[in-house]
């Protein structure tokens, strides 16, 4: 059943600017998301280390994957409206990993937070809070 749900997510991250970043969902288990990306050259600042927005693109796509598949029941979508991110290290190669995990699903908000590993190594903590959209009456 999850890799089902894993396939059904991978196919509404295909076009976009994840996908377009080489952000890989590996994981939707257990309320856990799970992604990934190979640092390419695209990824980097212009000083040669990963980009803030590399990293955190990452985590709010795997916040994002999660609310949408915690979404209340005739809940239409959601929309990120806060994030915040610390950054404590940083890679030039290699493989950058991400865990988001749910803080609050209510039905009217979700908050995630969302760990971000280089080399065995966090790089960044990431919390995101999302407003559930509703169909307009």
Known sequence: MQSAITEKMKQAVAGTLSEHLGFELISTDNGRITAAFEVQRHHLAPNGYLHA???IMLAD????VGCMLHLPEGAQSFTTIEIKSNHLGTARDGRVECE???VHKGRQTQVWDATVTAAGKTIALFRCTQMI???KA
């Open 133 to 135: 959209l509703w169909p």
């Open 100 to 102: 988001a995990i749910p």
């Open 61 to 64: 796509s795997c916040c994002g």
């Open 53 to 55: 927005a590399s990293i």
